[in-house]
């Protein structure tokens, strides 16, 4: 069997940067949210998490219509003779948008939990608001927002639909190992497609179950994470 | 040093509407839960913004609405000792009372933390952990943050209310001490009446968001101007009244007249006596004596309340006018008199209420 492996470092390049992506915009997103006490809190929250219900074709019309020769961005990008569409950056860009709602709604729990006066102590200190977030309210709400991370990092390695519209299905470029399975069931190459299933399995599961024991460690090694 | 607060604040319950002057003396914030006595706190922390009025201290405009004037809280230089203490949990002991100093050069903000350490007692516990301190080495912690700030004015929302009988004692004690050397304004927040009488020198009453009262604590406690107010400085006996004379009413709820020591008018509404204020009746006793009954009996360690009905013989428990607290060994005396004992509310001591 004659095996190209750069799916397996597509992928891991995509879902990574995906997920660095996403946890800066994420917990800035998950934060103001969490200070924001208006009346449109539902629906800002509503169209945040969107990403997480719609069908990842929607998500690809939408990139496509966002970041496309005609779109509003990708007008302006063009002309700065950037192109986004088809090339690996937009495998990063729908995954990125696909993960981004686990990033956000588990930060976004965590920071409800985190205990008020504390952060109004912190003001009064005189400290900024930069610092406090990045040394008060982050390691505070640290596990979640670690949580978070990976199942960003998980569902940014399955992503398909999206990244299939948007990135096409370049090999060497954009064939990430989801888009592999599918050519390859499709083109009769099951045995190919076994050994691609097996080890996106096995990558996700390890992941998880390696969060999973990390939190547990930390809870219990850092008496400091949960107050009293 | 001075503080000026005029605020105004809707709230879902009521509406917070405080004004008060503070100086050198600790102004104590006095009131049941749910009065306004935090929320006033959180206002002039900048925490909350009230919806108008004015806070000024030493001459620094913090909050005016008319100008559009809300400095925000880390420019307000306020030192907050929260109930719960709010210490930064994923810091050590000293990284909490340095955190306010980001902007010193690490020498000067060691040298500074070093010495709130010493001032609070806390060496050896440099590395620790909030959850590994008791309560009272965190609310020492929480005090030594807010003060490394050198804050122009010192905010205490309940401090003691966490802890036991014992540790609250102490640590009154140590924070007179601590509040003696500390040169800027202070409020203490408090529904525990022998705490705001320790602490503060100065007492600001709060009833439903509304000053009830202002005064010298002396002022307060003695003389206080409306049955809440006299209720929350411990008053437990009262009673409707209704004007006879200049120098007598009637106490409507004992079904009693009682002589005044001063002139009294028609707007007398209510009257008070404290319950260890209530006295057997001597020989020379003439006016404000009558038979009474002990009802029950209710004896904590070292003093007895005794529930008085005047006039008849209880006709089970509930049934009473008066609640009298004395030591153990008198209570030891009266329980060999024979009934009815005859009780003396004292005219001097009646507190006559017009609200």
Redo the contacts between chains.
């Keep these: 069997m004659n095996m190209d492996f750069s799916p397996f470092w597509i992928s891991l390049k995509t879902a990574f940067t995906a997920t660095v992506l996403t946890f800066f915009f994420g917990i800035s997103a998950a934060w103001l949210v969490t200070k924001y006490r208006g009346k449109l809190k539902g629906i800002v929250d509503g169209l945040l998490t969107l990403p997480m219900i719609l069908p990842p074709t929607v998500l690809g019309f939408f990139l496509l219509a966002v970041f496309g020769r005609k779109g509003l961005i990708g007008k302006l990008l063009y002309s700065l003779d950037i192109q986004i569409i088809f090339t690996w950056w937009a495998a990063v860009l729908a995954a990125a948008v696909v993960a981004f709602p686990l990033m956000y709604k588990t930060a976004r729990g965590a920071f409800e939990q985190i ?1 008020m ?2 952060i ?9 608001e930069w ?1 406090i977030f990045w ?2 309210i982050v ?2 709400a640290w596990p979640g927002i670690a949580a978070g991370a990976v199942l960003a990092f998980a569902r940014a390695l399955g992503e398909f639909g999206a990244t299939l519209m948007v990135a096409g299905n370049i090999p060497g470029k954009t064939r990430t190992i989801p888009l592999a399975i599918f050519f390859a069931v499709e083109g009769g190459e099951m045995d190919k497609a076994l050994l691609w299933v097996a080890l996106i399995f096995f990558i996700s599961l390890a992941v998880i179950v390696l969060m999973n024991y990390w939190c547990g460690y930390q809870r219990k090694s ?7 | 040093m001075e503080l000026f607060v005029d605020i105004k604040k809707k709230l879902p319950d009521f509406t917070l509407k405080v004004k008060f002057y503070a100086a050198e003396q600790v102004m104590g914030l006095l009131g049941a839960s749910g009065s306004g006595k935090s929320m006033t706190l959180r206002c002039i922390a900048g925490i909350e913004k009230p919806d108008e009025g004015k806070i000024m201290l030493n001459g620094r405009v913090l909050f005016d609405s008319e100008k559009g004037i809300n400095v925000p809280s880390r420019l307000r230089k306020v030192g907050y000792l929260f109930q719960n203490y709010a210490l930064f949990p994923n810091m050590t002991v000293e990284d909490n009372i340095g955190f306010g100093l980001q902007k010193l050069p690490r020498e000067k903000r060691n040298t500074v933390v070093r010495q709130k350490i010493d001032m609070m007692k806390l060496n050896g516990l440099e590395k620790r952990f909030p959850s590994q301190l008791s309560g009272g080495q965190q609310q020492r912690v929480a005090l030594a943050r807010a003060l490394a700030i050198e804050p122009e004015i010192l905010l205490l929302d309940e401090p003691f209310s966490a802890l036991d009988e014992h540790l609250r004692y102490i640590l009154t004690k140590n924070l007179i001490d601590i509040l003696s050397d500390y040169k800027g304004v202070t409020l203490f927040v408090t529904h525990n009446i022998e705490e705001a009488f320790r602490i503060c020198g100065e007492l600001t009453v709060l009833k439903n968001g509304v000053v009830e009262s202002v005064g010298s604590k002396e002022d307060v406690f003695r003389k206080p101007n409306s049955l809440s107010v006299a209720q929350l400085t411990g008053c437990k006996n009262y009673s409707t009244a209704r004007y006879l004379s200049n120098n007598e009413f009637e106490a409507v709820d004992w079904g009693v007249k009682l002589k005044t020591d001063s002139l009294i008018t028609e707007d007398i509404k209510y009257v008070g006596m404290r319950a260890h204020y209530i006295r057997l009746a001597s020989e020379n006793d003439r006016d404000n004596v009558f038979d009474c009954w002990p009802s029950f009996v209710n004896e904590s360690p070292f003093r007895v309340t005794v529930y008085l009905l005047i006039g008849s013989r209880p006709k089970g428990k509930g049934h009473y006018h008066l609640q009298w607290e004395l030591p153990k060994d008198k209570w030891r005396e009266m329980e060999r008199f024979p009934l009815p004992w005859k009780i003396c509310l004292s005219s001097e001591k009646l507190i006559i209420l017009n609200k």
């Design positions: 205990d006066n504390i109004y102590a912190a003001r009064t200190l005189g400290v900024s610092i040394r008060v390691p505070l850092m008496p400091a994470n949960r107050g009293r």
